[in-house]
């Protein structure tokens, strides 16, 4: 397909239209990379700025996605993220017919500042445990958490995610055999560089922000978590089944 320059359509747009129609008609997949703004110029036979607006307009549709230093991607489908009483990773992204699987970034043990210290119900200053998880989802990353758990409760607990892998088989192993969640608080904000360089999303794009509290079957908090998912790969559901 070619831009017609006898219409009144403007060039950006026409450039949209026929890159969304090979999209749709499977030339260009999801997750395929696009060619380069500066291959789209020659083939159209336009600059690059008509280029970018048209790209630019597809991004804002959410049709492709743009990552800081690797190009235009054509997105994947929108994963729907459960969130109830009963939240669990692994569980909600296999009901999307997907394989995920997590990455340790880092473990370490930290003196609670007021706000964790509030969250997990523990005096300002107590050792906390911190495991932060970068989490992929059919190989693209969707979400970089940190997982704070009370030290003293769980001494155990970063040798029991490195045998386990999961957060649920890690705290069973120590002695937590259920949790439910009592409170998520959902926000947005712009990446932070590592984030965006871990995460490979773009850098001028909100992250979805989701701050939680797990608790145990006597009603006592185990784990604050703060987790950045990249919003245009995730669509947060909020099961109300539970609530009376």
Partial sequence: MTIQRSVNTPLWRQIAQILQSEIDGGTLPAGSRLPTEAELAKRF????????QGLAYLESRSVIRTEQGRGSFVN????????GTRTRFTENIAQNMSYANARLI??????????????????????????????VVDGRPLSLADHHFPHA????LEDAYRRHQTVTGALAACGCNDYERRETRIGARMPKPLEANLLECNRHKPLLITESINVDTSGQTIEFGVA???????????DQSAEP
């Fill in 106 to 135: 880092e473990c370490k043990v930290e003196r609670a500042e007021i706000g964790i210290a509030n969250a997990l119900e523990v005096p300002v200053g107590e050792r906390t445990l911190v495991l932060t998880l970068l989490r």
């Fill in 45 to 52: 036979e336009v600059n690059r700025h008509t280029v970018r």
């Fill in 76 to 83: 994947e489908p929108v994963i729907d993220y459960t969130i």
């Fill in 228 to 238: 950045a998912f990249v919003s245009d790969r995730i669509q947060l559901v909020v």
């Fill in 153 to 156: 409760r769980f001494p155990g």
